[in-house]
């Protein structure tokens, strides 16, 4: 009777987290052994179980119960709660480095120009700069509240102007799902775009990334002179949402891991990168 109280304790300390399975199945062999030799349990428990033991006694423990802003977990780092720390400081970064394409250094690139041979004939209905003729073109997948997104613009400017006549870029949306005024910025542009000023809103909306809602995205088409009732029609509509879905379902085919992004020719840059990277490229596509 006493031995099966004991193992009905240990699964309770099992179900509540006070101990790992490894410790719940290293007590069951204890309980054997110690059920074999006619002993008692704490006679033959090694000193370093016993101090894990008490350390464990001392520990809060989850209560689902309690209505508390945040579960009180054991303190003791045990190899389950280690692993899943560990998996979620990569998520953490990934997220705000390449994992989600906030990377700010570095750079990967597909040197494949024809991985993604269709982007220039989508791109031709999309906001674009330069020359439709233009030997290089490069399509930025970009999400107006990113920082990293509004870190690069300066770059793009002076590769525009560099590479006049040579480079044009086609602009498409990829409003990132943690940003959570991006989708609304991002239509904010299309409905820009259909009075001939999405640049200008372009620009406002990157030189204002934290302030883009709704009241905002109204006050700057104001600014830069559209038509007010109109732009305020389009974007209470939400009639480019879908459009804007689209881009995200095109560069998630693409396969790249986050924003900004850029297919130059077809040939991947991912992230804010200095001017020299984008002009290895360029001028590697020029000299072709």
């Given at each position: 009777m006493e031995n099966n109280e004991s193992i009905i304790e240990l699964k309770k300390k099992l179900v509540s987290g006070e101990i790992?399975?490894?410790?719940?199945?290293?007590?069951?062999?204890?309980q054997e052994q110690v059920e074999s030799n006619g002993q008692e349990e704490d006679e033959n428990l090694p000193e370093e179980t016993e101090e894990a033991a008490q350390e464990e006694e001392e520990q809060p423990v989850h209560n689902h119960h309690k209505k508390e802003s945040a579960c009180e977990c054991p303190k003791k780092p045990y190899g389950?709660?280690?692993?899943?720390?560990v998996l979620a400081l990569f998520l953490v970064i990934s997220m705000f480095t390449a994992g989600f394409g906030l990377r700010a250094t570095g750079s990967a690139t597909i040197d494949n120009a024809n991985a993604f041979p269709d982007i220039d004939a989508e791109a031709i209905t999309d906001p674009s700069l330069g020359r439709e003729d233009a030997k290089v073109t490069i399509v930025e997948y970009s999400d107006f509240e990113c920082p990293f997104c509004q870190r690069v613009q300066e770059t793009i400017k002076q590769v525009i102007e560099e590479y006049k006549g040579q480079v044009r870029l086609v602009f498409k949306n990829y409003p990132l799902s943690f940003h959570k005024n991006a989708v609304i910025a991002a239509e904010a542009g299309e409905c820009a775009n259909e009075q001939g000023k999405f640049w200008e809103m372009h620009d406002k909306m990157f030189a204002n990334r934290l302030s883009l809602e709704e009241k905002d995205l109204k006050k700057y088409a104001k600014d830069i002179g559209l038509n007010e009732a109109q732009f305020n029609q389009c974007l209470d509509s939400g009639k480019y949402k879908s459009a804007i879905d689209k881009d995200?379902?095109?560069?998630?085919?693409?396969?790249?891991?986050?924003?900004?992004?850029?297919?130059?020719?077809?040939?991947?840059?991912?992230?804010?990168?200095?001017?020299?990277?984008?002009?290895?490229?360029?001028?590697?596509?020029?000299?072709?």
């Open positions: 790992t399975l490894e410790e719940y199945n290293y007590s069951l062999r204890e389950l709660y280690a692993l899943i720390g995200v379902v095109d560069g998630n085919k693409r396969g790249f891991s986050g924003v900004p992004a850029f297919f130059i020719n077809g040939r991947l840059l991912s992230g804010a990168q200095p001017i020299e990277e984008f002009r290895k490229i360029i001028d590697e596509e020029l000299a072709k």
